[in-house]
């Protein structure tokens, strides 16, 4: 599954834990963006003037990626079960294959 290109801070390239939306639409990752904001007053996508003031939290995207990481945690936690009861037959079916040939050795006849 990968991850929706929204999601992702154009400076970074990592989803973004807590998006920030400037007067243009472009979202960054808050911490990203104020490092860069340090050290330029412009956008490091459209090199329009840019100061931290002029960027807010982006509420909506925020809710989107954190439903996007509940179900990637949802999906890994049933790949877990899966995979666990996967193990739990492979072990089973061991003791019965163990069961079954102690069975045949015992019933042969003495030689």
């Known amino acids: 599954m990968s991850i929706p290109s929204r999601f992702l801070c154009?400076?970074?390239?990592k989803m973004m834990r807590i998006p920030v939306v400037d007067t243009e639409g472009t979202n960054y990752e808050l911490s990203a963006?104020?490092?860069?904001?340090?050290?330029?007053?412009?956008?490091?996508?459209?090199?329009?003037?840019l100061t931290f003031q002029k960027l807010v939290l982006n509420d909506k995207l925020l809710l989107?990626?954190?439903?996007?990481?509940?179900?990637?945690?949802?999906?890994?936690?049933k790949k877990?079960?899966?995979?666990?009861?996967?193990?739990?037959?492979?072990?089973?079916?061991?003791?019965?294959?163990?069961?079954v040939k102690n069975a045949l050795e015992n019933e042969r006849p003495d030689s």
């Open 33 to 49: 963006i104020q490092k860069w904001l340090k050290h330029s007053k412009s956008s490091p996508v459209t090199q329009s003037y």
């Open 80 to 99: 877990l079960i899966d995979d666990a009861i996967l193990i739990e037959r492979m072990h089973t079916m061991k003791i019965v294959i163990e069961a």
């Open 10 to 13: 154009p400076i970074t390239y």
């Open 64 to 77: 989107e990626i954190d439903a996007y990481k509940e179900a990637l945690n949802e999906i890994k936690l």
